[in-house]
């Protein structure tokens, strides 16, 4: 690949572009990084919003400023760089390359058009037709380097049939600075390249214009001579530069070329391999058609009786597994009935047990009233008969008294005459009222004590038809009554439990048996389709078999051949 032709447009575009020092005189002695800081801020001021807002994503560190700038805008392109650097000669021309076919192709920009528009023809030429050639393309290396090949082409045409003005030798006076040309100097290149085509060259001859009567003096032979030397210099400098490349390109060649011959190496290797496997797999079918000759008729009919008997086997098997679930589907149904049944009767045992927990708990509030009531009786009894002992002792002692005078007895047989008397009768008669609210209340405790009696024996009953595990109180009291109806409570919630459980496991075991039937349909959709297998390998089997005797009289034939 011939890139001496791209290198010098490249240049002629780096500086027309004047974003650095033209201090260099080949690509690499470019400072890449300056150049695309001033590149990517020139991009940024003519750019649109949104090529603003994707430039702004980018990183600002100096190093790996063009990298990611590559692997953002060009993924396809892979630069070959040493320690995070693009430092290689082809990398540098790729770079430049890019950056110039990004600013006027992938983000057009007016002020590099105008850039261009100020380059010569031919480099116009030259950078048009690498446009055309690169639209809509990947850029990889490989495609790079076939654009540019092609655009030497048009170069070497453009300057075959093109005569640009030369640089006379004795119109300047040897300039210092001169070995900082941005562009080679040789006698072949520089025809290709008009002297205004140079910032510094272009300024030296308007300060010569301005400034005529400061002309240097006309050049002598040994000027001649050092211009002619320098001159040299330059050219062995650029040729030494092109061996340079050309060996770095040649080097990449021969590295690319050694990595192709190892692929194609492994690449036979793996051939080798497969062929082997080939020729195994064909010796081993071959001996499997030569066993298939000696298999007899009746072995197909003996496989074929050893089916029949397995599937008989599964037909016996699916109709066992059909029955089963039949059997558990009864008893499934037998047990959800049993479970709502005894729901039911747990709803009504526990109204029941409720029912009867308010009335014992009237009942003990009656009989706690009825025992202080009492309580108070007999201490208002307790009251009255000591009062009525000491009324009566007064009333003896006042009766001997009265004894010894009949006036005094006459006067005691008339009732409200004396006051001791009118005391005694109010007595009595208070009495006669307390001793009949002690009879109503003895009655009302012996109707407790019956209904007391009942409640005990029904729950007696109820725990000895129930089968209730408890001990039977001697006496009956409310205590008693209120732990026997909590032990009902607690054995109607065991129940409750267990047959919540039974529900959970007969919904598991229908689970199963959905799953038993699902499986017993696939086995006899199985079975179903084995008869129809074994019918089509059956009218395989003579097929095979001729196959099989066409391949021994081939193989017997090739012997035959090579004998």
Known sequence: MDTRSWRKVLLQWIGECHFIESNYITLEQSDLDSFFSVFIQKIQETENVKGKNELQDQPTEQSPLVQEFLAHNYPEFIAQQDDKEVDLPLDCLYVYTLLLHYSCVKKPSLFFHNICNKLPELTQTCIASFFRETVDRLLT?????????????????????????????????PDPRSDDAPCPSTPSSSSSQPSSSTPQLRNHREQLRLNGCEMPPPSTPKTELLEQR?????????????VRYE???????????????????????????????????KLTEEHHDN?????????????????????????????????????????????????????????????RIRFLESRVDDLTRIVS????????LES??????????????????????????????????????????LASSVIDKQLREKEHENAELKEKLLNLNNSQRE?????????????????????????????????????????????????????????????????????????????????????????????????????????????
């Open 291 to 351: 066993e298939s000759h000696h298999i007899m008729p009746y072995e197909f009919e003996h496989m074929k009786g050893c089916l029949l008997k397995e599937i008989g086997l599964k037909e016996s098997l699916i109709a066992e597994i059909t029955d089963k679930l039949h059997d558990l589907r009864v008893e499934n149904s037998e047990l959800s009935e049993k479970l709502n049944l005894a729901g039911k009767r747990l709803l009504e045992y526990t109204d």
């Open 141 to 173: 290396r490989e495609y790079l380097s076939q654009a540019i090949a092609n655009v030497a082409v048009v170069y070497r045409q453009g300057v075959s049939t093109s005569v640009s003005p030369c640089l006379p030798s004795s119109s300047l006076s």
């Open 380 to 421: 208002d009894k307790q009251e009255l008969d000591k009062c009525l002992k000491e009324a009566r002792d007064d009333l003896h002692n006042r009766i001997e008294v009265l004894n010894a005078s009949s006036d005094l007895l006459d006067c005691s047989l008339s009732p409200n005459t004396t006051p001791e008397n």
């Open 230 to 242: 320098t001159k040299e210099l330059r050219g062995i400098r650029t040729q030494l530069e092109v």
């Open 455 to 563: 409640l005990c024996q029904a729950l007696s009953s109820f725990l000895q038809k129930h089968n209730i595990d408890h001990e039977f109180p001697v006496e009956w009291t409310s205590s008693s009554l209120l732990s026997t109806i909590s032990a009902i409570e607690s054995k109607f919630v065991n129940t409750l439990e267990k047959s919540t459980q039974m529900k959970k496991e007969c919904d598991v075991q229908s689970v199963c048996v959905e799953k038993l039937l699902e499986k017993c349909k696939l086995l006899s959709v199985s079975l179903g389709c084995q008869p129809k297998e074994l019918d089509g390998f059956e009218a395989t089997i003579p097929e095979a078999m001729e196959s099989g005797f066409e391949s021994s009289r081939e193989c017997k034939k090739k012997k035959k051949k090579k004998k």
């Open 247 to 281: 060996k770095a390109l040649l080097e990449e060649q021969q590295m690319e070329k050694d990595e192709l011959i190892k692929v194609l190496n492994k690449e036979k290797m793996m051939a080798k391999m497969e062929l082997e496997k080939l020729r195994n797999v």
């Open 369 to 376: 009233s009825r025992d202080v009531m009492i309580s108070s």
